[in-house]
């Protein structure tokens, strides 16, 4: 090929790439999602204590009789456009004796804009109708990714499965500072006991900004307890005049407990007739 045509051949081939590169950057690239750089959105997750408690979510997790099944059930939810969340926990291995398996389901579903969000979520396998429930189900937690507009917040927190009732028990949570001293409830029911994060949208008579954190949620199918059970709540530091409320899932109806309050424990103290979310409440 003679040097003339071979100069123009490679003349006319990289001003096609020079245009390819020029039509990408000017009508592809610049149109694409931006990237954004680490410290755009560096420290953007911010934990949900610092929301105020009556904009927060109201959570409760009630398990099934047959404790395969935790009903999640979240309220109070207008101040979010967007709610996810995650449901873990540990269970035994059914394959290795001795061993734990964390377990664990998702939730992208949630509507804000609802008035309550309900959704059962299956603890273990099922097939063909049959249920294979999760055993010695322990360390659960909730996770909460919220989103208010460009805010981004984060809420972890823990909740304890047990199974009591045939015989009169005392159940607590895992940071032995939220008891229940049931009498006999004839017989086992399976109940979570966990913190609710917020308050039901259905206010008490009392000032959210009273409210002494965090906010106990003892959650069942059982009924009405055939005698009054114990309630026990033990708070940090000290603490006088305090007050306690109790919201009944079942009717929607709020309560002021009496209560007693030893302060060698610094521990409230009252009488229930059932399952419910307990609020103590500060004098200020």
Request: glycine content about 6%; proline content about 4%; aromatic content about 10%.
């Amino acid at each position: 090929m003679e040097q003339s045509k071979r100069t123009k051949y490679l003349v006319a081939a990289a001003s096609f790439v020079l245009i390819v590169v020029a039509i990408f950057f000017l009508f592809i690239y610049q149109k694409g999602p931006k990237k954004i750089k680490p410290q755009e959105n560096a420290n953007d997750v911010k934990q949900l204590s610092e929301i105020s408690l009556e904009k927060r979510p109201y959570v409760t997790l009630t398990p099934t009789s047959d404790g395969a099944e935790i009903i999640i059930s979240i309220e109070n939810m207008g101040q979010f456009d967007k709610i996810e969340y995650e449901l873990t926990y540990m269970a035994d291995n059914p394959q290795i004796a001795g061993e734990k398996i964390e377990r664990g389901s998702t939730g992208t579903d949630v509507n804000t804009k609802d008035a309550k969000y309900k959704k059962s979520i299956l603890l273990g396998t099922a097939s063909r109708g049959v249920r294979n429930p999760d055993k010695s189900v322990t360390d659960g937690k909730l996770t909460m990714h919220l989103a208010e507009g460009d805010a981004q917040y984060l809420s972890e927190t823990g909740w304890d499965l047990i199974q009591a009732g045939v015989k009169p028990q005392q159940i607590y949570d895992r940071s032995s500072k939220f008891a229940v001293s049931l009498p006999s409830l004839g017989k086992d029911y399976w109940i979570i006991l966990a913190d609710t994060i917020g308050l039901p949208a259905q206010r008490g008579d009392f000032k959210t900004e009273n409210v002494l954190l965090p906010v106990y949620g003892s959650f069942s199918i059982a009924p009405k307890f055939p005698e009054n059970a114990q309630v026990s709540i033990k708070e940090d530091g000290e603490v006088t005049d305090l007050g306690l409320y109790s919201y009944n899932q079942q009717d929607s109806k709020w309560q002021k407990l009496e209560v007693n309050f030893d302060s060698s424990a610094n521990t409230l103290i009252s009488k229930v007739d059932s399952f419910a979310t307990f609020v103590v409440i500060a004098s200020k």
